[in-house]
C-alpha cells in the first residue's frame, strides 16, 4: 500500500511566498497594497470616520442613519440640500474651515423635525465641527471655541466679522439677530422671535473683548436667568 506524503501547509506556504518561488519586487507590494485596502475596506465598514476623506463622507459616518440615540441628528443624502456658505471675513480668522448647511433630521423621542444645520469641514485636516441650531442648543463650544483670542486691526473689522459670524449662528433658525451694539469691551445683540405678545427676546449675547480681542462669548437666557459660558 503506497504512503501518503504529507506536506504541512507551512512549507507550501514558503513554496509560493518564499526562496523556491520568490515574488517580485512589484508582485509583492501589489499583494501588501491588496491586503491593505482589504483592511481599510473593513475598518471602513466599522469605522467610517476615520478614512473619510470628503464631506459626503463625514456627514455620512457622523450623522449615520443606523444610529439609535436619542437626541440624534442622521444624514439623508436625497434630502441634504448642501449649500455652500460665503462668508470671507470668518474665514479670514479661520481659513482652514468651509461652511456649509445641510438639511438633517433630529429624532428626541416622539419629536422628528428636519432642519438646515451649519457645517464646518477642514478638508485638509479631515475635521467636521456640527454646531446645533440655536433653537435646539445654545452650548456650542467647540465652535465658539475657533475665535476664542482671536485679535482684529479696529473695530471696523471686528464688526465685519460680527455680522457674518450671526449669519452662520442662526443657520436653521428662524427669528433675528437685533439690537447689535459695540463698545470697547463687548459686543451685545439679542436672539429675537414673534411671540404673542410681539417682539420677544430669546437669548442675549455678548461679546467680550480686550482691545478687540475675543476674550469670552456668554448666551444668556433671561427668562430662566440661565448662562452659557465660553473663554
Same mark, same amino acid.
Given at each position: ?38 483592511r ?34 442622521v ?21 482652514? !474651515? *468651509?461652511?456649509? =448647511? @445641510? +438639511? ?15 457645517? /464646518? ?47 452662520l ?7 433675528k439677530?437685533?439690537?447689535?451694539? !459695540? *463698545?470697547?469691551? =463687548? @459686543? +451685545? ?15 442675549? /449675547? ?13 448666551s ?12
Amino acid at each position: 500500500m503506497a504512503k501518503l506524503l504529507f506536506i504541512p501547509l507551512f512549507f507550501l506556504t514558503v513554496s509560493v511566498f518564499g526562496q523556491g518561488n520568490p515574488l517580485s519586487d512589484s508582485s509583492q507590494n501589489d499583494f501588501e497594497d491588496r491586503l491593505i485596502n482589504l483592511r481599510r475596506s473593513r475598518d471602513s465598514m466599522t469605522n467610517p470616520i476615520k478614512y473619510a476623506s470628503t464631506l459626503e463622507e463625514f456627514l455620512l459616518g457622523s450623522f449615520p442613519e443606523n444610529s439609535t440615540k436619542d437626541g440624534r441628528w442622521v444624514y439623508y443624502k436625497d434630502n441634504a440640500n448642501i449649500q455652500k456658505l460665503n462668508k470671507p471675513e470668518v474665514s479670514k480668522v479661520i481659513p482652514d !474651515y *468651509s461652511f456649509y =448647511k @445641510v +438639511t438633517l433630521t433630529n429624532f428626541l423621542g416622539y419629536h422628528i423635525n428636519s432642519s438646515g444645520n451649519l457645517v /464646518l469641514f477642514d478638508s485638509i485636516h479631515k475635521k467636521l465641527i456640527h454646531p446645533e441650531p440655536v433653537w435646539y442648543s445654545d452650548d456650542n463650544k467647540e465652535f465658539i471655541n475657533l475665535f476664542i483670542g482671536k485679535k482684529f486691526i479696529d473695530s471696523t473689522s471686528l464688526m465685519s466679522f460680527v455680522y457674518e459670524f450671526q449669519d452662520l449662528l442662526k443657520v436653521g433658525s428662524t427669528g433675528k439677530y437685533e439690537n447689535t451694539v !459695540y *463698545s470697547p469691551t =463687548k @459686543v +451685545t445683540f439679542d436672539d429675537t422671535y414673534k411671540g404673542t405678545s410681539g417682539t420677544e427676546i430669546w437669548r442675549h /449675547l455678548e461679546i467680550i473683548l480686550n482691545d478687540n480681542r475675543l476674550t469670552e462669548f456668554h448666551s444668556i437666557n433671561p427668562k430662566m436667568n440661565e448662562r452659557v459660558i465660553v473663554k
